[in-house]
């Protein structure tokens, strides 16, 4: 090292990314915290708090929230006004924090990340055996994460672009139309399309026991019950014929024989029936994906998507950043003949597949 030439301003730079990407770190579980304590919510019924009134209004301790508070206003969470001593919210804190509603609501997404870190020993492991890891092996903040994280942007998205963007598919849902929705996990999007939809019906498969239990329970709560079904099955082997339209949601890259799963999709649907593939966004080069958006997908590739094809028959392991054009290839060698993007944001892509 003392051989190498080192240029301090380079240095410099990137000790200032380090100290930004550890403080984004140790900030992440705070955040946790704050959700599941109501902290958020509490600040912005309030609009503004001290130490003392926040702690007061979630019956929590004044001196850990002293402290959290600040936390948060360092990390730009919160505002502080140094005159009165109080903390508030703006309304698009409160939007990313505060509602659960909200199609920007952010605070699942530190779920997840909490996950891999409790995951970490086995994961390191698998890099060293490169045995996969299933979806089911994982921590249970990777499954609460995911569905907190992801629905936010299916409100956003699904019933106002993304189907009006599938040729035919939405004139079928208004009329009534038999939907499979494939990788459901808690059900969210399953939910959101029969909400949208009542005229339908709408199956949600998965292979994890606990995700299935959860849908079921949050579909009786959301009242969609009687329109909708969740099993537990295989993407390769789930029942059922004569579908209308087939739903993966970020979660074709995930399996081990994508391959396999779109000749199933093929036979389980109608001959003018429709397969919607919702995959990470990600460009075609390698190169044009280093950017924050891809530093998120391909972390979260390599703790969540790779193991979990890998610990599956053929093991393909196609990543979350996989191309358009590999994507083709799988479809097409399913039995496929049409396959085009239909839509896109920038955190998905969105294809359509026919017969």
């Not at 505002?79 to 909200?102: H, I, R, W």
Request: aromatic letters at 10%.
């Amino acid at each position: 090292m003392e051989a190498m030439a080192i240029n301090q301003d380079r240095l410099n730079e990137f000790l200032g990314r380090f100290v930004s990407d550890l403080g984004a770190t140790l900030h992440g579980a705070t955040i946790i915290i704050g959700e599941k304590l109501g902290l958020y919510k509490a600040i912005a019924e309030a609009g503004q708090v001290t130490p003392k009134t926040l702690a007061e209004k979630t019956g929590t301790s004044e001196r850990y929230i002293r402290e959290w508070l600040a936390a948060q206003a360092a990390s730009g969470y919160v505002g502080y006004n140094a005159k009165t001593n109080e903390y508030t919210m703006s309304p698009e804190q409160a939007l990313a924090l505060a509602d659960e509603t909200s199609p920007a609501y952010i605070p699942g997404a530190f779920r997840i990340a909490a996950s891999l870190f409790k995951d970490e020993p086995k994961l390191t492991e698998a890099f060293r055996t490169g045995e996969g890891i299933g979806w089911h092996e994982h921590d249970t903040d990777l499954y609460i994460g995911t569905e907190k994280f992801f629905r936010p942007n299916y409100v956003r998205n699904l019933v106002s672009s993304w189907l009006p963007a599938l040729n035919g598919v939405v004139a079928k849902l208004e009329a009534g139309a038999r939907v499979a929705d494939v990788g459901c996990g808690y059900g969210s999007s399953t939910m959101l399309m029969a909400k949208a939809y009542p005229k339908s019906s709408f199956i949600g498969y998965d292979y994890h026991i606990k995700s299935v239990e959860a849908a079921r329970q949050t579909a009786l709560r959301e009242g969609v019950a009687s329109r909708t079904k969740f099993e537990i099955a295989l993407a390769k082997k789930y029942p059922g014929k004569e579908f209308d339209l087939v739903s993966f949601f970020d979660c074709l890259h995930d399996m081990g024989d994508p391959v396999g799963a779109a000749a199933h999709v093929k036979r389980s649907l109608k001959p003018d029936g429709t397969w919607m593939i919702v995959e990470p966004f990600a460009h075609d080069k390698l190169e044009d994906n280093f950017n924050p958006v891809g530093r998120i997908f391909y972390s979260a590739s390599t703790m969540i998507c790779t193991p979990s094809s890998l610990s599956q028959e053929v093991g393909m392991a196609l990543g979350s950043q996989v191309s358009e054009e590999r994507l083709r290839q799988i479809v097409l060698e399913g039995g496929f003949r049409h396959f085009r993007r239909a839509a896109q944001t920038p955190f998905n892509r969105v294809f359509e597949a026919r017969l």
